[in-house]
């Protein structure tokens, strides 16, 4: 298959992937969360979930919204 030349010119390799992948996956969280669900006479619901550091000495970790809040 031939590639086009205006997206060739922009092609990624793989070792462009491995160099992104370097940097970024230090900063890649794993979070598990465990919480008493409203009327829940038993034992507390856990589930999991991923994030990124954005703050490291601030602690900030940026995850989707339905993994810290009940889902609307």
Do not use: C, Y
Request: glycine share 4%; net charge positive; charged share 30%.
């Amino acid at each position: 298959m031939e590639i086009d030349p205006p997206f060739q010119e922009n092609a990624v390799t793989a070792e462009d992937w491995r160099k992104s992948l370097r940097k970024v996956v230090p900063a890649v969280v794993v979070l598990r969360i465990t919480a008493t669900r409203a009327f829940d006479t038993e034992s507390a619901s856990a589930s999991s979930a991923t994030g990124f550091v954005v703050d490291k000495r601030r602690g900030i970790i940026l995850t989707n919204r339905h993994v810290v809040k009940p889902g609307k």
